[in-house]
Every structure is written in structure tokens, then in C-alpha cells.
């Protein structure tokens, strides 16, 4: 249960954002949210929501069941548990990156088809809250990647009502490499608000994941710039 604590006092946080004249200030963001508030964006959480808070359309449904669990959970906080992290809504001071990865993918040697993927995930304090994942399939003949069949970038989940993020325009990019490998790269954008209307971009999230000739993935990155 700390950990969900931590989890909802963070996930309001902004990096640290100066707001300029005409948006809302820290302490207008704080007063903005209650616990009750909180309660009612999970129970009213939707496919709209969903899809309005930047997540891909092949994880709607999921990310909406994720809502329920999380409600769930929240419900269960005393009171003053709830108030802290309301509190934290005005704390612009921390963002941190952790991987929050799915189960390792068995490569398949036989299959003259591969295919790698890698999911990591904006965290504070380990709690990831907003989930990214990028994947790619690849045709290997006698040893050799030969090309690129398809690949995508995904926004997987974000409970983060403060947060809006999604694709970059050209951000989903995927190749045969020098070294025989096939590798994808997506970069997102990550905004907080709107608040009073207005949004503001803080930071870029970049994935990229490297697989081989096996279908073994040889390299992972997550990183917010």
C-alpha cells in the first residue's frame, strides 16, 4: 500500500515546470484536486478518457481495467493517506524514469520471421504510472536480417489525469542495422495539462529496442529528455 501512496502523490508532479503568466500556479494545481476528485476521474474513467489522455487504441480496454484496480486500492487509504498525495499536486519538482518491462519473449530460431519488443514506463519513486511500448517484426534468411515486415509504438497506459502524451510526428521509426540487427525507436511527447486550457510539453520519452538474427532482443532503452 505505500507504494500505491507514493504512486498517487507523485504521478501529479511536473518536473519541476515554471508555469508563465496565464496558466495555473502550483498552488492552483493543488487546490485543483482532492481525494474525491481523484475518486471520480477513476470511476469515470472510459475508453474517452482513455484515449483523451494519449493511450493507443490497442490498450484502451486494458488501461480502463487498470482504472477499477486502481480505484479499488484507493478506496481503501485512510483519509489522510488520500490528502497526501492530493498535497503532492504541488510539488513540481521530480520526475524519474524505471522500466516496468513485460515478461521476457521467447525467440523463436526457427521461425524465419522475428520479432522483439520493450515496454518501460514514467515512474516516480519506482511507481510507474504512464507506460510506453515499442515493438518490431523483422524477416531473417540464411543468417541475415533482410528487412523490416512492420513495427509500432504504443502509449499502454496512463492513469495520470494531470498528463496528456502520445506519439511524436515521425516519432515511430524502425531499420535493418549495420551489424545485422533490426532495431525500433519511438519518441513521445510528455504534456501536463491542460490546466486553465493551457498545455505545456516538459520532456520528450524515447524507447528503442535491438533484436538479432535469433530473435533475441540485444538492446533496450528508456530515457525522458
Not at 487504441?57 to 487498470?66: H, M
Not at 498525495?85 to 515478461?103: A, H
Not at 522475428?114 to 504510472?129: D, E, L, R, T
Amino acid at each position: 500500500m505505500r507504494k500505491l501512496v507514493l504512486f498517487m502523490v507523485i504521478s501529479f508532479v511536473t518536473l519541476g515546470l515554471t508555469l508563465s503568466s496565464g496558466t495555473a500556479s502550483a498552488e492552483e494545481v493543488k487546490n485543483q484536486y482532492t481525494p474525491e476528485d481523484y475518486i471520480n476521474y477513476l470511476e469515470h474513467y472510459d475508453a474517452q478518457a482513455a484515449r483523451e489522455s494519449g493511450v493507443s487504441s490497442e490498450y484502451i480496454a486494458s488501461a480502463v481495467i487498470d482504472a477499477g484496480k486502481t480505484l479499488k486500492d484507493f478506496k481503501t487509504l485512510s483519509k489522510e493517506e488520500q490528502q497526501k498525495f492530493v498535497d503532492g499536486f504541488s510539488q513540481l519538482e521530480t520526475i524519474k524514469s524505471s522500466i516496468g518491462e513485460e515478461k521476457p519473449e521467447k525467440a523463436n530460431a526457427l521461425a524465419s520471421d522475428k520479432g522483439v519488443s520493450y515496454q518501460g514506463s514514467v515512474a516516480f519513486f519506482g511507481a510507474p504510472i504512464t507506460t510506453y511500448k515499442v515493438s518490431v517484426n523483422y524477416k531473417v534468411d540464411g543468417g541475415k536480417v533482410k528487412k523490416i515486415n512492420s513495427s509500432n509504438a504504443f502509449v499502454v497506459r496512463n492513469l495520470n489525469p494531470v498528463v496528456r502524451t502520445g506519439l511524436n510526428t515521425g516519432g515511430k521509426n524502425a531499420w535493418v542495422t549495420s551489424d545485422n540487427k533490426a532495431a525500433v525507436t519511438g519518441s513521445f511527447y510528455y504534456q501536463i495539462g491542460p490546466i486553465k486550457d493551457v498545455g505545456v510539453t516538459v520532456g520528450n520519452v524515447f524507447v528503442k529496442a535491438v533484436g538479432d538474427k535469433n530473435g533475441k532482443r540485444t538492446y533496450k532503452r528508456f530515457d525522458i529528455s
